[in-house]
């Protein structure tokens, strides 16, 4: 069938029931606790109770009292400020919610997001030389990078211009010195270590907002901030962000604001894309918002996408969200065009015998190859790195797998490289054409000795096995408690063994498997998507066990339920119905 590796996930009897009891819910959503690392139940109910009131206090974090009293001081005497972003959806929210709060301060603010192909990414000296040359600035803030620009801080210090970096990059190498550095990896406290760069730039807005209120001690009952979490959710979940600890609370209140989409922003972008804003949810973000705002800092500039959410002309912002929605358009006939090509040459090649996919070619475009790169790690289950090149350059983006560290392994061999960031699971690099087959036989070494054999395997995770008569909707709205869902909180996968399958199945859409499943008298709607291919081996009377999603479907999300299915195989013995 699809040929996954499945593993259930063990249980610890004593802690489920005493996560039960002591959170007075039942021993099924406790089992699902277990399973995403709750060990207490203190850490159980901050998790089901994802509230504004439960988040840390800002000045925990590293940094954060130097940034927070500099900004003070700007707000203080009018002086203008650049912020400086990043060209991607985390950096564009960032920037967007930085720069709207200095605003509302009644600060002159300027911004700056370097152009992916032109510049690359990172803090760079010309524009805030300029920025001080030209409009006055004297404190920039830069949000979602600048951890790694030792050299561009010390340049701009030489001409009298203060810098705070807010960032939420691993730290490589030497960190600038001499300026307030927010960022979570350079503190102890884990619950901050999964934020983006728009939840650090959050964090500090806050942190300025209690100081100038004088209420920091106060700061767990006052929701500062809250207006902006609609920014922050949507570049968390864009950028991959663990949603676990901080990024759990900011993320799931930020939902909660998207869904009645206040901002106009947003609404142009819902509107354009056909979307109900009150049916907003991780994947709507993930498939909706983050690509579109992604597409015009990979295609050409992220201005566009900025200045949808600065403007305060009804024109501009129609407009802003039409050419994000084009280059959407564009970006997805480029990016599968480039991962066909490169899926070709993968399997001519077998390539996919290695245990590192690194692979480049000067048709593909460099803002679209982190996509391409992420569909080949689904696809073949091996860490992949993926190239634009030019005749100058070649810039690559890298997504992984559990198991392999991606950014030390590509820090390791920052000898061959001009540039180099990211975090375990994904990264950006730059390295000369000429030196591309080197820096590929060095990750290649380092990837054979790193990882094992069982974990080059498609693998799925199995929360439970359930029988079918037992999934009710009243089970689903216990298990949607854990919402929302994305890195290191998935959605929990059931199994179930034994079921029939039905003469009514049929291909759905362009490529996706719709099946109606039988166990005993129980029938359930199945959805498979991505797997019409499979149809003609699931005759009516077959039987399999399935691994899914239970989700409710219908136009008002309460209709019936459904199973999402992840992983299907032949039933490895039960019976069906």
Same mark, same amino acid.
């Given at each position: 069938?699809?040929?996954? !590796? ?26 699902? =606790? ?7 139940? +203190?850490?159980?109910?901050?998790? =089901? ?33 650049? %912020? ?34 032109? @510049? ?16 006055? !600035?004297?404190? %920039?803030?830069? !949000? ?45 406290? @884990? ?36 207006? #902006?979490?609609?920014? !922050?959710?949507?570049?968390?979940i864009a950028d991959l962000s663990p949603l676990r600890g901080e990024s759990r609370i900011l993320t799931h209140q930020g939902l909660e604001i998207l869904r ?6 947003? +609404? ?5 894309? &056909? ?24 295609? *050409?500039?992220?201005?566009?996408? =900025? ?12 407009? $802003? ?5 084009q280059g959407n358009r564009k970006r997805q006939r480029l990016g599968q065009k480039a991962l066909e090509a490169a899926c070709r040459e993968i399997e001519e ?58 950014? @030390?392994? %590509? ?73 929302? #869902? ?9 199994? *179930?063994?034994?079921?029939? %399958? ?25 959805? #498979?998507?991505?797997m019409a291919k499979l149809q003609p081996s699931l005759p009516a009377g077959f039987l399999v066990d399935v691994a899914y999603v239970p989700k409710m479907s ?16 032949? $039933?490895?013995?039960?019976? &069906?119905?």
């Amino acid at each position: 069938m699809d040929n996954k !590796v499945w593993e259930f996930i063990s249980q610890d009897e004593d802690l489920k029931s005493d996560l039960a009891g002591k959170l007075a819910i039942s021993p099924f959503l406790a089992a699902l =606790l277990i399973n995403r690392g709750i060990g207490n139940a +203190r850490e159980g109910e901050t998790f =089901l109770n994802p509230t504004f009131n439960n988040l840390s206090d800002p000045f925990d974090l590293p940094g954060m009292e130097a940034a927070a009293a500099r900004v003070g001081e700007a707000l203080k005497n009018k002086e203008p400020i650049l %912020v400086y972003g990043d060209y991607d959806a985390d950096g564009v929210t960032a920037t967007a919610l930085l720069t709207l709060f200095l605003r509302e301060a009644g600060m002159p603010v300027f911004t700056y997001i370097p152009h992916r192909i032109d @510049e690359g990414y990172g803090l760079h000296f010309n524009p805030l030389r300029e920025a001080k040359k030209n409009s006055g !600035v004297g404190l %920039v803030i830069s !949000v979602d990078c600048g951890i790694g620009a030792a050299d561009v801080v010390a340049q701009a210090k030489e001409i009298n211009l203060d810098l705070i970096i807010t960032d939420h990059h691993l730290p490589s190498g030497q960190v600038p010195q001499g300026v307030p550095l927010v960022n979570p990896h350079l503190g102890r406290e @884990e619950k901050f270590k999964s934020l983006s760069g728009v939840g650090v730039a959050f964090e500090l807005v806050r942190a300025v907002a209690l100081s100038q209120k004088g209420n920091r001690p106060n700061f767990s009952e006052d929701q500062v901030g809250i207006d #902006y979490l609609d920014l !922050v959710a949507t570049g968390t979940i864009a950028d991959l962000s663990p949603l676990r600890g901080e990024s759990r609370i900011l993320t799931h209140q930020g939902l909660e604001i998207l869904r009645r989409a206040p901002r106009p922003a947003f +609404r142009e972008i819902f509107r354009q894309a &056909g979307i109900k804003p009150g049916r907003v949810d991780t994947q709507t973000v993930g498939w909706v918002l983050g690509p579109r705002i992604n597409a015009a800092g990979r295609l *050409s500039t992220a201005d566009v996408a =900025l200045q949808l959410f600065l403007t305060e002309s009804e024109s501009e912002r129609a407009a $802003s969200a039409e050419m994000l929605e084009q280059g959407n358009r564009k970006r997805q006939r480029l990016g599968q065009k480039a991962l066909e090509a490169a899926c070709r040459e993968i399997e001519e090649q077998n390539l996919d015998e290695r245990s590192i996919i690194i692979m480049g070619n000067e048709d593909w475009h460099p803002g679209v190859v982190g996509i391409v790169a992420g569909k080949i790690v689904d696809r073949y289950h091996r860490p992949a790195i993926i190239f634009g090149i030019t005749p100058h350059l070649a810039k690559g983006s890298g997504r992984s797998i559990p198991g392999f560290h991606l950014f @030390e392994a %590509v820090q390791s061999c920052r000898a061959l490289l001009i540039s180099f960031g990211g975090h375990q699971k994904a990264v950006g690099v730059g390295v000369l054409p000429e030196r591309l087959d080197e820096f590929r036989c060095a990750m290649e070494v380092l990837a054979e000795k790193s990882l094992k054999v069982e974990e080059l395997e498609a693998r799925i995770k199995i929360d439970a096995q359930i029988e079918l008569s037992d999934l009710t909707p009243d089970l689903i709205r216990e298990i949607e408690t854990l919402a929302p #869902y994305g890195q290191e909180n998935p959605a929990p996968i059931l199994a *179930s063994f034994g079921l029939e %399958v039905q003469r009514y199945s049929r291909v759905v859409g362009k490529n996706h498997l719709k099946l109606w499943l039988k166990q005993g008298q129980v029938f359930r709607q199945a959805i #498979y998507f991505g797997m019409a291919k499979l149809q003609p081996s699931l005759p009516a009377g077959f039987l399999v066990d399935v691994a899914y999603v239970p989700k409710m479907s219908g136009e008002d999300g309460i209709n019936c339920v459904e199973l999402e299915i992840k992983s299907l195989r032949e $039933s490895i013995g039960q019976t &069906g119905g």
